[in-house]
């Protein structure tokens, strides 16, 4: 035993025999203390420090190697949960917070909040306290995005969603509101192609344009505009073509043909002149193709007494009307399709026009009316 005033007084062996000796039960704590001149704190200390533990394996640990085996185990726990998290060095505030929320029922919440460093009581208000008013109609409002998405089948935009929410729900919100919670919802945005400008064009004299790209009209029947685009079916091409009220942008009708002729053109022409119940002083606009340049179609047209109108040649923004209707029915919903035969083609079509188009889809041109409730308003004030 060790009598110098510095360093450990008793050596680990006196220790061990005093716990021994106290063990075996023939003396008592306060008896030891006495005949050894130890202090009865000491002698306690050692007690729990030297007591043993036998595993299930029937191996003999002192409580002092218990204590080491606690500590290395919850070093282990505590870089487990570090790696569970997936929390990097300079992770957020929130990621700390979800990586809790996340592990919660894999560790206890006071270990997690220690290693990730996040107060316990921060933890329990960001989860179990009530959220705010804004954060409860926002998800409200993203519940009512997500429907009006789904219902347009994914073809409006946060401009045309902040409408039919005012329109149909009456919420007034701005519509960078609307993009942020779309955004949040992880909903794809509408894009728009850039027109290429560099177009070349020359008057022609036999193919005058009477309209001007004057695309405003004050009434119905009084100009029609008409092109035609193609679609892919199986490896072969169908062609679509309409005609199109400018006063409301309605497609008053629509054919597809295999072929690209004249007889796409004219039928087309006669199902929208007999829907509309043979209107007089009709003015029908198209570009120079040779379908609409064919003597039959402008001798249909001069029997009917309808003025025929032409783009400029390459020149699409004169009937910029049709071109943008084919931009977005590709967009919107041929181009997300494939076709494997004419009547899915025509199906798709009809749904497109009849069922979206006219009847659903908000117009920025027309003060975000449907060509439908664009002609009703007008019939109505007649």
Not at 187 to 203: A, C, F, I, Q, V
Request: hydrophobic content about 30%.
């Amino acid at each position: 035993m060790s009598t110098g005033k510095t360093g450990n007084r008793y050596d680990e062996d006196f220790k061990r025999t005093l716990v021994n000796l106290y063990q075996s039960g023939g003396k008592s704590q306060a008896a030891l203390c006495k005949e050894y001149g130890v202090s009865i704190t000491a002698l306690g200390r050692w007690i729990k420090q030297y007591s043993t533990v036998e595993t299930d394996d029937g191996e003999i640990l002192t409580a002092k190697q218990v204590k080491e085996l606690q500590k290395r185990n919850a070093q282990l726990e505590e870089l487990m949960i570090l790696k569970k998290a997936n929390c990097h060095l300079h992770a957020t505030f929130e990621q700390r917070l979800d990586a809790v929320h996340k592990l919660r029922f894999q560790h206890d919440i006071k270990i997690l909040c220690k290693v990730l460093g996040v107060n316990r009581s921060t933890y329990y208000k960001h989860y179990n306290s009530e959220p705010a008013n804004r954060t409860k109609e926002n998800q409200k409002i993203a519940k009512l995005i997500l429907q009006i998405y789904a219902d347009y089948n994914k073809r409006l935009g946060a401009y045309k969603i902040t409408y039919v929410l005012q329109r149909d729900y009456g919420i007034h919100i701005s519509v960078g509101r609307v993009y942020r919670l779309m955004r949040t919802l992880q909903l794809p945005r509408m894009s728009t192609d850039k027109p290429y400008r560099n177009y070349r064009h020359k008057d022609n004299g036999d193919c005058p344009d009477h309209l001007h790209q004057d695309f405003n009209q004050k009434a119905p029947n009084i100009v029609w505009a008409s092109d035609f685009t193609y679609i892919k079916v199986s490896g072969k091409w169908y062609y679509l073509c309409i005609v199109m009220d400018l006063f409301s942008r309605k497609v008053i009708s629509w054919n597809i043909s295999g072929k690209p002729d004249v007889k796409l053109v004219m039928n087309a022409f006669k199902k929208a002149y007999s829907k509309r119940n043979c209107p007089s002083g009709l003015m029908f606009h198209s570009d120079q193709g040779s379908q609409y340049t064919a003597f039959s179609f402008k001798q249909l047209l001069d029997s009917l007494n309808v003025v025929q109108s032409f783009s400029k040649k390459g020149y699409p923004f004169d009937n910029a009307c049709c071109e943008c209707f084919f931009k977005y029915l590709k967009k919107e919903e041929t181009n997300r399709r494939t076709y494997h035969s004419l009547q899915e083609l025509q199906l798709s079509v009809f749904k497109y026009i009849e069922g979206y188009y006219n009847s659903r889809r908000p117009h920025s041109s027309l003060g975000m009316l449907t060509p439908n409730e664009k002609e009703e308003l007008f019939w109505n004030q007649a």
